[in-house]
């Protein structure tokens, strides 16, 4: 089983649509769980992060962590043809010598059609 | 604005090469990390260093091996370049105790043939 699984997509909407992305991740003993925006030809750039469970808002965007069901969701409101880009979730582990490293999913192309 | 710098934004080179990727942070950040990427695979973390000199294997370390010889460098070797190393390799960085904040550099498309 992966660390963290998502559905690959490609997720097209028309613009203005409220857009919700999924992950499940396997191990529940790592609390940082972040979400990652990745613009074609392009590095990823930190979207935003949650610690635990609970939500966390950043203007359009919504982060949020159920614990219970192992599922990390971003939503995002009002979509602009300015989101399109593929997002990659991502769990905050450890590696074998005990140092901190980042586990991503492989990522979900959006498309927001205008 | 902070930067993470890659040598090269397109590598074409021969199997059998030795190749080197590097990357350059100014942030002055203890972690820097190389991953790769490729379709349906998404990004998998190949070698990390926490300090100077010091490494740690990723989840797919072989056939790759790393330099840190000082802080704001990191350098990614591929001792005999094979055709499955086609591959995007990008490069991040991020403060020690801060993993989940990182900092990407553009990426190396690196075609092997």
């Known amino acids: 089983q992966k660390e963290v699984e998502q559905d690959p997509g490609p997720l097209s909407v028309p613009e203005g649509a409220i857009v919700s992305l999924n992950c499940t991740y396997s191990n529940s003993a790592f609390q940082y769980f972040m979400w990652y925006r990745q613009y074609s030809r392009k590095g990823p750039e930190l979207l935003m992060y949650t610690y635990s469970s609970g939500n966390k808002e950043d203007g359009r965007f919504t982060a949020q962590v159920d614990k219970s069901s192992k599922y990390i969701s971003l939503f995002i409101r009002d979509s602009q043809p300015s989101d399109s880009a593929t997002y990659l979730c991502?769990?905050?582990?450890?590696?074998?010598?005990?140092?901190?490293?980042?586990?991503f999913g492989t990522g979900t192309k959006l498309q927001v059609i205008p | 604005d902070v930067k993470v710098t890659q040598s090269s934004r397109y590598l074409v080179k021969r199997t059998g090469e030795k190749v080197f990727l590097e990357c350059v942070q100014d942030?002055?950040?203890?972690?820097m990390f190389w991953y790769r990427q490729d379709p349906g695979l998404g990004l998998r973390l190949i070698y990390f260093s926490y300090d100077v000199k010091m490494k740690e294997k990723g989840d797919i370390p072989e056939g790759y091996s790393v330099s840190r010889e000082k802080k704001e460098r990191f350098s990614l070797i591929l001792e005999s370049a094979s055709t499955n190393q086609t591959s995007m390799y990008l490069c991040a960085s991020s403060l020690g105790d801060r993993a989940h904040e990182q900092y990407f550099g553009p990426g190396t498309r690196l075609t092997v043939t």
């Open positions: 991502a769990q905050r582990t450890l590696a074998s010598g005990g140092y901190q490293k980042v586990t």
């Open positions: 942030m002055d950040h203890e972690n």
